[in-house]
C-alpha cells in the first residue's frame, strides 16, 4: 500500500512538472514568434518611412528646380520684351528730333528767302525812287519798311510754326516712349509674379507630398509596430492567465485507517501535497509579480513610442511652418524689388520729361533770342538805309546808290548773323534732346537690371529655402522613424525579458514540484 501511494504521488508530480515544461515551452516559442514578427514589422516600417521620404523630397526637389527654370525663362523673357521696348523708344526719340531738325532747317531757308526777296525789293524800289523822282522817295521808303516788315512778320510765324510743330512732335515722341517704357516695366512686373506664382504652387505642391507621405508613413509604422507589440504583449498576458494556480487531482483528503502506518503515510502525503500546492500558487504569484511590472513597462515604452510618433509629426508641421515663412519672405522681397524698380522707372520717366521741356524751352528761348536780334538788326538796318536815303536824297544819286548797297549789305550780315544764331540754337537743342534721350537710356537701363536682379535673387532665395525646408522635413521624418523603431524594439526586448522571467518562474516551481517523491 506504501508503494502505490508513493508511485501514485510520483505520477502525479512527473505529470505536472511535465505539463510546466511544456507551458515554458510553448511561452517561449509564442514570445520568440511575436518579437520576430514585431522587429520585421518595425524593419518594413522602417524602410517605408524611408523610401516614402525619399520619393517626397525627390517630387519636391524636382518641383522646385522646374519652378526656378519657369521663373527664370519668364524673367528673361521680361528682359527681351523691355529691351525691345527701350530700342523703340530710342528710334522714336531720333525720328522726333530729325523731324524737328527738319523742320526748323526748312523754317529758317523760309525766312532767308523772304528776307532775300524782301531786300531785293527794297533795293530794287529804292533804284525805282531815285529814278523816278525826290518826291518818290518818302513812298518808296513808306513801301520798303511795310515789305520788310511784312516779311519779318511772314519769317517770325513761320518760324513759331516750325517751333510749334517741332515741340508737339517731340512731346509725341516722348509720350510714345514713355508709353513704351511703361509696357516694359508691366511686361517685367507680370513676368516675375507669373514666376512667383509658379514657385509657390510648386512649393505648395511639394508641402502636400511631404507631409502626406511622411503622415501616412508614420501613421503605418504606428499601426503595424505597435499594434503587433501590442498583441505580442496580450499573447504573453494570456499564457500567464492561463497558468494553473494549484495542481489538480492531488488527493488532499485520503481515507482513514487503524493502522498508524498508514495514517502517518497519510498525513506526511497530505502535508506534500499542500506543499506542492503552495509551491505553484508561490510561483505564480511570484512570475505574475515578476512579468506583470515587465509588462506594465513595455506598454509605458510602447506608449512613448506613439508619443515619439506624434513628436515627429509636429516637428514636421513646424518645418512646413517654416518653409511657409521662407516663402511669404521670398514673395515680399520680390514684391519690394519690383515696386522699387517700377519707382526708379517712373523718376526716370519724370526726370526725362523734366529735362526734354528744359530742352525744349531752352531752345525757344535761344530761337526767340536770334529772332529779336534778327527783328532788331533788320529793322535797325532799315532805319539806317531811310536815314541814309533821307540825307541821300539832297545829295546826288551816287551817293544814294552808294547808301543803298550799304544798307542791303548790312542786311546780308544780319541775315547771315541770324542763320549762325539759328543754326548754333539748333544745334543746342539737339544736344539737350540726346542726353535727355542718354539719360532716359541710363535710367531705363539701370531699372531693367535692377528688376531682373531683384526678381533672380527672389527665385533664389525662394528655391534655397524650399531646399532647406524639405532637408528639414526629411531629417524630422528619419529621425522621428529611428525613435520609433529603437522604442518598438526596447519595448520587444522589455517583453521577451519579462517573459523569460515568467517561463524561469514557472520552471522553478516545476523543481519544486518534482521533489515531492524526495
Not at 520788310?148 to 518760324?159: F, H, R
Not at 505553484?280 to 511570484?286: R, S
Not at 529735362?355 to 539806317?384: C, E, F, L, P, Y
Request: aromatic share 0%; with cysteine; hydrophobic share 45%.
Amino acid at each position: 500500500m506504501f508503494e502505490s501511494l508513493s508511485e501514485g504521488l510520483s505520477s502525479i508530480g512527473a505529470a505536472a512538472s511535465g505539463a510546466v515544461q511544456q507551458a515554458q515551452q510553448a511561452a517561449n516559442t509564442a514570445a520568440q514568434q511575436a518579437a520576430n514578427a514585431a522587429k520585421g514589422a518595425i524593419g518594413e516600417a522602417q524602410t517605408a518611412v524611408s523610401n516614402a521620404a525619399t520619393a517626397a523630397a525627390g517630387a519636391a526637389n524636382g518641383a522646385v528646380a522646374e519652378a526656378q527654370k519657369a521663373a527664370q525663362q519668364a524673367i528673361a523673357q521680361a528682359g527681351n520684351a523691355a529691351q525691345g521696348a527701350l530700342q523703340q523708344a530710342n528710334s522714336a526719340l531720333d525720328n522726333a528730333r530729325n523731324a524737328a531738325n527738319d523742320m526748323a532747317n526748312n523754317a529758317l531757308r523760309q525766312a532767308n528767302t523772304a528776307l532775300t526777296q524782301a531786300r531785293e525789293q527794297a533795293g530794287a524800289a529804292a533804284q525805282n525812287a531815285l529814278k523816278q523822282a525826290h518826291a518818290a522817295v518818302d513812298a518808296a521808303q513808306q513801301q520798303a519798311k511795310t515789305m520788310v516788315k511784312g516779311a519779318l512778320d511772314t519769317a517770325n510765324q513761320a518760324l513759331d510754326s516750325a517751333m510749334n510743330t517741332a515741340e508737339q512732335a517731340a512731346q509725341e515722341q516722348i509720350g510714345r516712349a514713355m508709353d513704351m517704357v511703361d509696357r516694359a516695366s508691366d511686361l517685367i512686373e507680370n513676368g516675375v509674379n507669373q514666376a512667383l506664382d509658379t514657385a509657390n504652387g510648386a512649393i505648395d505642391n511639394a508641402q502636400e507630398i511631404l507631409r502626406n507621405a511622411a503622415t501616412n508613413a508614420l501613421q503605418k509604422a504606428r499601426s503595424e509596430v505597435l499594434d503587433r507589440a501590442h498583441d505580442a504583449l496580450g499573447e504573453v498576458r494570456g499564457a500567464l492567465d492561463a497558468l494553473p494556480a494549484s495542481f489538480p487531482n492531488l488527493p488532499i483528503d485520503l481515507p482513514s485507517s487503524s493502522c498508524p502506518y498508514v495514517n502517518a503515510l497519510r498525513d506526511a502525503l497530505a502535508r506534500r501535497a499542500a506543499q506542492a500546492n503552495s509551491a505553484l500558487g508561490n510561483a505564480v504569484n511570484a512570475l505574475n509579480n515578476v512579468a506583470g511590472p515587465l509588462l506594465d513597462q513595455a506598454d509605458d515604452m510602447l506608449d512613448q513610442a506613439d508619443a515619439l510618433a506624434d513628436q515627429a509629426l509636429d516637428a514636421m508641421d513646424q518645418a512646413m511652418t517654416a518653409l511657409d515663412d521662407a516663402q511669404a519672405t521670398a514673395n515680399q522681397a520680390a514684391h519690394q524689388a519690383i515696386d522699387t524698380a517700377k519707382g526708379a522707372v517712373q523718376q526716370a520717366q519724370q526726370t526725362v520729361r523734366d529735362t526734354a521741356k528744359t530742352a525744349i524751352d531752352q531752345a525757344k528761348s535761344t530761337v526767340n533770342s536770334v529772332r529779336d536780334q534778327v527783328n532788331n538788326t533788320v529793322n535797325d538796318g532799315v532805319d539806317k538805309a531811310m536815314a541814309v536815303v533821307d540825307t541821300v536824297q539832297q545829295q546826288a544819286g551816287d551817293a544814294a546808290q552808294q547808301a543803298l548797297d550799304t544798307a542791303q549789305h548790312a542786311a546780308e550780315q544780319a541775315q547771315q548773323q541770324a542763320n549762325q544764331m539759328a543754326q548754333q540754337a539748333l544745334a543746342q537743342a539737339n544736344q539737350a534732346a540726346q542726353q535727355a534721350q542718354q539719360a532716359l537710356n541710363g535710367a531705363a537701363q539701370s531699372a531693367l537690371n535692377s528688376a531682373q536682379g531683384a526678381a533672380q535673387e527672389a527665385v533664389t532665395s525662394a528655391g534655397q529655402a524650399a531646399q532647406g525646408a524639405i532637408s528639414n522635413a526629411q531629417a524630422a521624418v528619419t529621425q522621428a522613424s529611428s525613435a520609433a523603431a529603437a522604442a518598438a524594439n526596447q519595448a520587444v526586448a522589455g517583453a521577451q525579458a519579462a517573459i523569460a522571467g515568467a517561463t524561469q518562474a514557472v520552471g522553478n516551481a516545476a523543481k519544486s514540484l518534482g521533489n515531492l517523491n524526495g
